[in-house]
């Protein structure tokens, strides 16, 4: 299967955005059933991808001749949230049946249909790629200037043992995994946002939700709730190894 990525790999001036992906086989099952990958941990992604990436190639067919197992690290979230949700569907179909609960009332409601080749693609430009000053702010207390980024695979990651092992550090370690540079500096840390003013931190926030860092599929689900009546809305976990369950699929559901 040929499959269109939102952002894709810019590298010198081609830009690699159209993936050749295998589908799921008997050694992928493996990778689902061990534990020690799944459980707690999205360890089955990286094997998943590096099988199922078969090449990278522009819109005029020029293949991408770097390593493909490492390229995978290179790309935004939204390219491998699309790689996951279409080699599903190169395997099983586009037909994905899910259960959602209602976060107003908490209702179940089974057997929810999703069309996956439906899925619209909000796609970055080269132009868009390469405007930095798209992606960069001032900060109103310090006066630093901060450069944003899209989150890649090993920041989610990041984001796990962050969450599993600092309970004590939530916030600044997972800012500053969105940050690319402040000021000239490029190796941001954690410790970098502890000293930020903390009116900065909340200016990031809220400026991370205006840009556009990325492109993506949109894998949020509208439903409108048959009991309370009320609309809430589900993002597919494409990162759960039920994702790539045959009968079951997701049931993560937020608010």
Not at 36 to 62: A, F, Y
Not at 150 to 168: C, E, G, H, R, W
Request: aromatic share 6%; charged share 35%; net charge negative.
């Amino acid at each position: 299967m040929i499959v269109t990525l939102p952002n894709g790999l810019l590298d010198g001036g081609d830009l690699f955005n159209k993936a050749c992906i295998d589908e799921l086989r008997g050694k992928q099952q493996n990778y689902l059933a061990n534990r020690d990958l799944v459980v707690g941990n999205i360890g089955h992604i990286p094997k998943i991808l590096e099988d199922m990436l078969i090449s990278l190639e522009t819109e005029n067919g020029l293949k991408w001749e770097g390593d493909l197992k490492k390229v995978i690290w290179k790309l935004p979230s939204g390219d491998i949230e699309t790689l996951l949700v279409k080699i599903r569907e190169n395997t099983f179909g586009e037909r994905f049946y899910f259960e959602a609960e209602c976060s107003h009332c908490g209702h179940n409601h089974k057997n929810q249909r999703l069309d996956l080749d439906k899925l619209e693609l909000n796609r970055m430009s080269l132009e868009e790629i390469t405007d930095s000053k798209s992606r960069t702010l001032k900060l109103p207390k310090s006066g630093k200037e901060v450069e944003l980024k899209p989150i890649y695979l090993k920041d989610y990651f990041d984001i796990i043992k962050i969450t599993t092992d600092s309970q004590d550090k939530l916030i600044t370690p997972t800012v500053a995994l969105s940050i690319k540079r402040i000021d000239k500096e490029t190796k941001v840390t954690s410790e970098m946002i502890d000293d930020l003013p903390l009116k900065d931190i909340h200016y990031i926030g809220e400026k991370m939700e205006d840009m556009k860092l990325e492109g993506t599929i949109d894998i949020d689900v509208y439903i409108k709730c048959k009991k309370c009546k009320k609309e809430f809305v589900i993002r597919l976990d494409v990162y759960n190894a039920d994702f790539f369950s045959h009968s079951r699929g997701s049931k993560s559901s937020t608010t």
